[in-house]
């Protein structure tokens, strides 16, 4: 199979602090990691695409410097949300595809995040 | 970019009865379009998709569409059972792109809901 684990799955940080989640892919090399974020009873919204051993393209409307994602390796990607506020609460997804392949995506089990 | 609609929002049916759930893309570009179910605070799960070189196709109780003349694509579920209800989400890529130039654009997602 081909399994995507994210950590944590919840997570609660206080305003003005720092949260890591980790995207990794346990069975499979990814060269190429998505990041989503999905608010209550909306769609997933694609924020960047996580390359390995490059910069991660951002959507329109993320910020950069606010969402740092790192991809390390090829079974590993992480995305830091910085000085989280109250807004920044929500589901955030990742998934990842086999490399050199380019359909199927498989998507990690999420992380709640809630900022209070 | 790539846009895709997705209707309805909120789909109600009998036990036993069919659903439908329509969605239309933007970019004759894409060739691959997924569909996936999402229960509450889960992540997505592939449950069928078709590429672009075929019109239909089917796995049990599960079929989807795709007119590419008019660009869009339908999810049909026959013989419907409580455990289908769920948020039912379209996407769109461009398969054949590896990298991040094939990443998913969603459809704003359905809820469905199969009553006894």
Not at chain 2, 64 to 92: G, R
């Amino acid at each position: 199979g081909a399994v995507v684990s994210q950590h944590p799955s919840r997570v609660i940080c206080k305003s003005g602090t720092s949260v890591k989640i980790e995207c990794r892919s346990l069975d499979f090399q990814a060269t190429t990691m998505f990041w989503y974020r999905q608010f209550p009873k909306q769609s997933l919204m694609l924020m960047a695409t996580s390359n390995e051993g490059s910069k991660a393209t951002y959507e329109q409307g993320v910020e950069k410097d606010k969402f740092l994602i790192n991809h390390a390796s090829l079974t590993l990607s992480t995305l830091t949300v910085t000085s989280a506020h109250p807004e920044d609460s929500s589901f955030y997804i990742c998934s990842a595809r086999r490399a050199g392949e380019s359909t199927e995506a498989f998507f990690g089990q999420g992380t709640r995040l809630t900022v209070v | 970019g790539e846009n895709v609609e997705q209707h309805p929002s909120t789909l109600s049916v009998q036990e036993g009865d069919s659903a439908v759930i329509k969605c239309t893309y933007s970019d004759s570009a894409s060739n691959y379009f997924p569909w996936y179910k999402q229960e509450l605070g889960k992540r997505p799960q592939l449950i069928i998709d078709i590429r672009s070189n075929v019109g239909e196709k089917k796995d049990q109780r599960i079929a989807v569409t795709l007119n590419k003349t008019a660009k869009h694509f339908s999810l049909h579920i026959t013989e419907t059972q409580p455990e289908d209800s769920a948020v039912y989400f379209c996407a769109a890529s461009k398969g054949g792109v590896t990298g991040g130039g094939n990443k998913l654009t969603f459809g704003t997602g359905t809820q469905l809901k199969v009553e006894l």
